[in-house]
């Protein structure tokens, strides 16, 4: 792996090992954890990832061209490729396995498998990381929800960019972009509690084997989560919500 910047210094040197380091440990545990063999594609020489850190979040998001609620992004170019900038935060144990997560599943299931919904991609990327921050998602969700703001699993199945969320009038588009990445973690962490990693690594299977959804649902977990709405059912029900019918 490689880290690169046009910043110089002791500061970006040391930063740089670091991030070499953790992401090394990230890989690993990732790739094990999701059933990413490592003849499957490694991140091996010409191969190898490349780690690109900006000197600030404004020369990140010219550069790398996110929005501006984004701090890391990654990609496939001509190598797997993460993008962020230095002073980001809690960037090696938040960012960085996330950003991980989204190439190693990528490859997993084939790059550009558009039937992995973007809720799964990011639901399984915030699982893996260290910070804590996605564990207070669940809270801030169950209130939504019990509420009735929050985004049908069908709906966040059709949205294939956290910017479309739908928003209540008293929501901006930050909030609902939150809204989309906390319940995707939220079902995510729902199907991993209650399922266990395993029956999610058949789910990713699934998938790479080419089934839609529905189809990689029913196979992954069975009659428990025969479909969307039984998956949304399931997961408002470990929330403590009812949905008024």
Not at 86 to 93: E, P, R, S
Not at 197 to 225: H, I, M, N, P
Request: glycine share 8%; hydrophobic share 40%; aromatic share 12%.
């Amino acid at each position: 792996m490689e880290a690169e910047s046009g910043r110089a210094g002791a500061e970006f040197l040391y930063f740089g090992q670091s991030v070499l380091k953790e992401a090394e440990k990230h890989y690993q545990k990732i790739a094990s954890a999701i059933g990413h063999s490592s003849y499957q594609d490694p991140w091996l020489w010409d191969r190898r990832c490349a780690v690109y850190i900006y000197a600030s979040k404004r020369s990140y998001l010219k550069g790398a061209r996110m929005p501006g609620w984004s701090n890391a992004a990654a990609s496939f170019e001509n190598v797997p490729t993460i993008r962020a900038y230095l002073g980001a935060d809690d960037f090696l144990g938040t960012q960085l396995p996330h950003e991980i997560t989204h190439l190693l599943m990528r490859q997993f299931v084939g790059v550009g498998n558009a039937s992995v919904p973007r809720w799964i991609d990011e639901g399984v990327a915030l699982w893996f990381e260290e910070s804590g921050r996605a564990r207070e998602m669940d809270d801030w969700v169950s209130v939504e929800a019990a509420q009735g703001r929050h985004i049908s699993i069908a709906r966040l199945t059709g949205l294939s960019d956290p910017s479309l969320a739908p928003a209540s009038p008293d929501q901006g588009l930050n909030q609902s972009v939150s809204l989309f990445y906390a319940e995707s973690f939220s079902v995510v962490n729902f199907l991993m509690e209650r399922f266990g990693q395993a029956r999610f690594v058949e789910l990713l299977r699934q998938f790479k084997k080419g089934s839609d959804v529905e189809t990689a649902l029913r196979k992954a977990y069975g009659a428990s989560v025969r479909d969307l709405e039984a998956l949304e059912q399931e997961w408002l029900r470990s929330l403590n919500v009812t949905r008024a019918s």
